[in-house]
């Protein structure tokens, strides 16, 4: 089954305490991105992947960092996370960038951080 | 900035009726519109898309309206099933290779 994994689903953190939300992709997917989800300001991209070793900033990069070593995988890092990165995380992949390339969303992560 | 944006952050409708929800842009160089579709839990998935040199484009119940000049699209649902209750989000691109920049989503109940 063609899908997009993340985990955890759900993540309660203290400020300060790094961690990392995994994702996978089973689809060969050139392109991957993580977007974050808040109340009134919808999908915010926060990094994005072209491919293998090629990431950049979306719109919202602060507080995050990414790697892109595997084709499969694209894990987004928070360093030192704070209560403003408390928010509903999706992982998406496709063929290639773009609005003529279906996305496809893992389920979400569900993050707080007191 | 919010270059795209769904005025409208709820809609009810009953069964059975027309659901139009609705979406605005202001960046002119988008040429490419997405709907996705998002369950509880759940993430989102591809609904129906348009590109700019078509003003109409269906898929079942489901047809996206584009007004290049008014910069605005519309998401038509005909007719409204309960299984239709969902939050919907509009998305455009420029071009098909360029990243997805999505609005804010709104939120469709379809009652019985």
Known sequence: EA???????????????????TCSQ????????????????????IYYSMNVEVTDKGDVPEGYKVSRK??????????????????????????YQGGGYEQYFGPGTRLTVT | ???????????????????ILNCDYTNSMFDYFLWYKKYPAEGPTFLISISSIKDKNEDGRFT??????????????????????AVYFCAASKGTASKLTFGTGTRLQVTL
């Open chain 1, 70 to 95: 595997e084709k499969r995988n694209f894990p987004l890092i928070l360093e030192s996370p704070s209560p403003n990165q408390t928010s509903l995380y999706f992982c998406a992949s496709s063929l």
């Open chain 2, 64 to 85: 996206v309206f584009l007004n290049k000049s008014a910069k605005h699209l519309s998401l038509h649902i005909v007719p409204s099933q309960p299984g239709d209750s």
């Open chain 1, 3 to 21: 899908q997009v994994t993340q985990n955890p689903r759900y993540l309660i953190t203290v400020t300060g305490k790094k961690l990392t939300v």
């Open chain 2, 1 to 19: 900035d919010q270059q795209v944006k769904q005025n409208s952050p709820s809609l009810s409708v009953q069964e059975g009726r027309i659901s």
């Open chain 1, 26 to 45: 089973n689809m060969n997917h050139e392109y991957m991105s993580w977007y974050r989800q808040d109340p009134g300001l919808g999908l915010r991209q």
